[in-house]
């Protein structure tokens, strides 16, 4: 009577330690706690993890689309994956036999291939499906506040062209303050030159910076991800060359004294020095390239950076007649910490409308980018009407709240159905939120 014994095999969700640039976007965006980290690496719970791929379409270096099939008795425990340098190799005997956690009959197969992973294109499918499976897709897609998937129109990027084992090496040709010199905000405007290697990047991409030395306990330092904040063709157009904008880390969230690793490594740097690049990556926060499509754009701090790339591509293609409107809301605690405020003040007002938000400007009240964004509700609430707005968020994590909440009163007292222009937003790639 006794038949065999079933052996539960199952596809275990693992995160690439080689390529993962510990930007915790699948931390904060998985809907059931199963992702954690420690100074080393992200990792997966095998028991809480449930195959919902919420998590997939945001990682911005695919990283995260790992499977391995395992004997569900042999699932690699967190304390395992802490420790690992690289992915385990697939034993062939299981390879193929895996489901998903426990609700894999509800979900299907996953992406992963159980082999590598598929990089940020194979990401921005499941952004596009997340509607293709009953249950704990729908319900990850609607944790996730804005599109996991590009703008319609967008170029298509490329990603993972340079590893942390293969990374490419950039010349420093320019490193200038862009803040005031008396303020403690300090931060720089930093050129890197490619060369003859290619390295194409769109506004909106980032990349990562491998600082030089080890850690403590002497592994090599993680790369470090920062925005681009020049456009495609170049900081100087027609060269091989990007900006990032990178604010010099003092202190931590606590306000404790800390010095940032790479962030001081780069605001140090002085030109003909050479860093190691890892990158491209994301491929859904993209602007749009039809040329009537208007951009909502709203920042703090280095957040500007994607916002700075977007503008001047479209202020050079505007002489090519990019006719979409452009508004940006920035905030900063006082003018002087503003970066770039000179330049941004210089572009014309028919080409961008600047909304400025100062927080610390002494005898004045504090005032955020939700505020400022209230305050011109009604042309806020006529790019929402229009079906070409694409909507760009970058910035302090705490600002996530506030301008999704100014977007919502806004949206209400001009009569639109938030909710439901919210879903539309995210679906069309829309609205774009990228913040630390
Ligand atoms: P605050 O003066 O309250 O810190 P930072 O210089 O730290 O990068 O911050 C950039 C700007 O973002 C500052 O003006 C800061 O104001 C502001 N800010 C802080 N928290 C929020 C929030 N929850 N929403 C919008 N802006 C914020």
């Not at 609700?103 to 940020?120: D, F, P, Q, T």
């Not at 969230?253 to 050479?274: E, I, P, R, T």
Request: with cysteine.
């Amino acid at each position: 009577m006794n038949g065999p014994v079933p052996v539960e095999v199952l596809r275990q969700h693992l995160i690439d330690p080689e390529i993962c640039i510990r930007c915790n976007t699948c931390e904060e965006t998985c809907p059931v706690d199963a992702i954690t980290h420690d100074e080393n690496n992200y990792v997966v719970r095998a028991d809480a993890c449930n195959g919902c791929m919420a998590c997939i379409s945001p990682c911005p270096t695919g990283a995260i689309d790992n499977w391995r099939d395992v004997l569900r008795a042999e699932a690699y425990p967190i304390e395992d994956q802490f420790t690992w340098d690289e992915l385990p190799v697939q034993d062939d005997a299981l390879a193929g036999q895996g489901v998903i956690g426990e609700s894999a009959e509800a979900v299907g197969k996953g992406s992963g291939n159980g082999s590598g992973n598929s990089g940020s294109h194979g990401s921005s499918s499941h952004g596009a499906a997340g509607t293709d499976a009953a249950g704990p897709v729908i319900g990850g897609s609607d944790l996730v506040r804005g599109s996991i998937v590009p703008p319609w129109s967008a170029a298509k990027p490329y990603v993972n062209l340079y590893t942390h084992k293969a990374p490419v090496q950039a010349i420093v040709v320019g490193n200038y303050r862009v803040t005031d010199a008396s303020t403690q905000s300090d931060i720089h405007h930093i050129v890197l030159d490619f060369g003859k290697h290619p390295f194409p990047v769109l506004e909106g991409q980032s990349i990562g910076i491998i600082p030089p030395g080890t850690t403590a306990d002497g592994r090599p330092h993680h790369a470090r991800q920062y925005s681009v904040a020049s456009p495609r063709d170049g900081e100087r157009p027609g060269y091989n060359n990007l900006a990032l904008t990178v604010k010099r880390v003092t202190s931590d969230h606590q306000g404790h004294a800390v010095g940032g690793v790479c962030s001081n490594y780069l605001c140090d740097l002085k030109k003909g020095d050479v860093v190691n690049v890892m990158g491209p990556f994301g491929s859904t926060f993209l602007m749009p390239n039809h040329a009537d499509s208007h951009l909502l754009m709203i920042c703090t701090g280095t957040g500007a950076a994607p916002m700075r790339a977007m503008t001047e591509y479209r202020r050079r293609r505007r002489l090519k007649g990019a006719t979409g409107k452009l508004m940006l809301f920035f905030g900063a605690r006082t003018q002087g910490e503003l970066p770039y405020f000179g330049p941004l003040l210089n572009l014309p007002k028919d080409f961008i409308d600047t909304n400025l938000a100062f927080s610390r400007t002494p005898g004045q009240p504090k005032r955020y980018v939700q505020d400022a964004m209230r305050e011109r509700a009604a042309d806020v609430a006529a790019l929402l009407r229009h079906e070409h707005t694409y909507i760009y968020v970058c910035g302090l994590k705490g600002m996530e709240d506030g301008v999704l909440q100014a977007l919502q009163s806004i949206a209400g007292e001009a009569g639109l159905d938030w909710p439901a222009l919210w879903q539309r937003l995210k679906t069309e790639g829309r609205l774009h939120l990228e913040t630390y």
